[in-house]
């Protein structure tokens, strides 16, 4: 949703390094640059006025006129600023002090409510809580029935005891759903109410209602991120005629320019809680204005990707792979190739993994183009050899391979290529566990990269230094290049606030797996 605005903001910072100084006219043509990013992106104008003055008021000041790079500065300034306008601190639900926690969804009708209810239900499943999905939507066609649809995807629990469409009492369903939710020992209750197509004065009554007959703990607007403009208008409605703690933002995996996202939270004084960026039930997650501020720049939402890995993979299986391949690359069979793909596959769409790491906005077609099916394709070929052709993979020759071919439904090319991309990623693993660091991201802390590597008594290798250049103006030129490259570099290789994403290099195992760019 954030391309445009990314791209922007990315082409703009560009024109800063390298600058030892930088003058106010500088300042004044950057944050004209983010203005129209802003405006174009469809961020509503009172925000963008705000956040443009402070940009302005905090560059020009010494922060960064006394810093030793002032270009980093700026850009750690409007990163800084950036998550001020997304809300600041990370916003946590609220819960009762004594169950159950109840929690009313309200919006306008297409918003996404009712899909949303279920996403977040299974969401607070996995945080070991029992919640409990109840149909207020009694005037939408099927909507009783599109809910009990999203709850049994979601393995939750419905109240669910008038048939809608038209027929029952909204108002009387939802207080006696927090009575059953206590019956039945549900500590959650999530109230999925009735929204218009437009703002008026009945949908308004009726929230307030369910509101006051349920006194939740928290009540969730949830706001269409596409809509633009009209998502402020709408929210601030909400906020005045029936009031709300939090915001939600669904279908954050849109095409649109994302404006609504970075307005809503500043204009309403509500903090965006979750957000929604899929259509599968578990694309949703707790919004981290840090970390999509970080998104928004170009440097990747490491801390994010390194939770749906811990939350995949398994920390026991983990240390078996690891000895496995402590004990030599032999030991690393197809079998464990499938598996480390298959945990990958339960972490979500590979795209959207990729998008999280640093400097993937020079590859963005590329990840747009890849085939989410080349996975299951890969699978196929793998469980169409037998036990002793993944064990060892070197016994594969032309007859096996047509018949591996035939039996996965690819071409005699495709197992042939698999082999060879399994040998690399062997290699590549064998050198990780032995702490010989990452190719092509020496030096990586936690992955050797060399320097603690024992070499026996070999005598190290002599490395010609790089020479000095005898004109003392290009002398000092090449030093304070090679100063502003440490400042610039992050703590694990990969650029950090203000350096340009598009340094950053993927080592050549993971950029084989990218379709060609065209």
């Known amino acids: 949703m954030f391309d445009t605005l990314s791209d922007r903001l990315s082409a703009t910072f560009k024109t800063l390094r390298g600058r030892g100084r930088l003058s106010e006219a500088d300042i004044d043509a950057t944050a004209r640059e983010i203005r129209i990013a802003l405006l174009e992106a469809d961020v509503a104008l009172p925000v963008v006025r705000a956040f443009i003055k402070q940009v302005k008021e905090r560059a020009l000041g010494s922060e960064v006129s006394r810093a030793l790079n002032p270009a980093q500065q700026v850009i750690k300034i409007v990163n800084e600023e950036l998550v001020g306008i997304l809300g600041g601190e990370t916003r946590r639900l609220r819960f009762a002090k004594t169950a159950p926690t109840v929690i009313m969804l309200a919006g306008l009708q297409g918003a996404g409510k009712t899909t949303l209810a279920g996403k977040l239900a299974k969401w607070l499943s996995t945080q070991g809580h029992s919640p409990l999905l109840v149909a207020c939507d009694l005037q939408r066609p099927n909507a009783v029935n599109q809910l009990g649809v999203v ?20 108002v009387a369903v939802a207080r006696d759903s927090v009575a059953f939710a206590r019956d039945k020992q549900y500590d959650v209750v999530i109230v999925d109410t009735a929204g218009r197509l437009g703002i008026d004065a009945e949908l308004m009554e009726q929230a307030a209602d369910i509101r006051d007959a349920v006194s939740p703990d928290e009540v969730l607007f949830v706001v269409d991120a596409m809509i633009g403009q009209d998502a402020v208008t709408t929210a601030e409605a909400f906020r005045d005629g029936v009031g709300f703690d939090g915001v939600v933002l669904s279908k954050l995996d849109g095409d649109a320019r994302g404006g609504a996202a970075l307005s809503v939270a500043h204009v309403t004084g509500r903090q965006v809680m979750f957000a929604s960026n899929g259509e599968g039930l578990d694309d949703f997650d707790a919004f981290h204005p840090d970390r999509m501020a970080s998104r928004i720049l170009g440097m990747g939402d490491v801390l994010s990707l390194i939770e749906k890995a811990e939350q995949t993979f398994s920390q026991e ?22 598996s480390q793909m298959e945990q990958v596959r339960k972490m979500g769409s590979i795209s959207k993994l990729l998008g999280m790491m640093p400097g993937m906005g020079q590859m963005r077609d590329q990840i747009n183009n890849l085939d989410e099916r080349d996975v299951d394709r890969t699978a196929a070929i793998i469980k169409s050899m037998t036990p002793g052709e993944r064990e060892d993979p070197k016994i594969i020759n032309g007859s096996r391979r047509a018949r591996i071919a035939r039996g996965s439904g690819v071409d005699v090319s495709a197992v042939k290529n698999l082999v060879e991309r399994f040998f690399e990623a062997r290699k590549m693993m064998s050198k990780m566990a032995q702490g010989g660091g990452m190719p092509g991201m020496p030096g990586m802390p936690g992955m050797g990269g060399g320097a603690g590597k024992k070499r026996g008594k070999q005598p190290p290798k002599k490395v010609k230094g790089k020479q000095r250049s005898g004109n003392p103006m290009k002398r000092k030129a090449d030093e304070q290049a090679a100063a502003d490259r440490r400042a ?30 065209k």
Do not use: H
């Open 317 to 338: 299986e983990a240390e078996k792979l690891a000895e496995k391949l402590s004990k030599g690359p032999k030991q690393f069979t197809l079998d464990d190739f499938l």
């Open 151 to 170: 709850a049994e995807r979601a393995g939750v629990a419905i109240y669910a005891p008038e048939p809608g469409n038209g027929v029952g009492d909204p």
């Open 488 to 517: 610039a570099g992050g703590a694990f290789g990969v650029p950090g606030a203000g350096q340009d994403a598009s340094d950053f290099q993927l080592p050549k195992e993971f950029r084989d797996i990218l379709p060609p760019d």
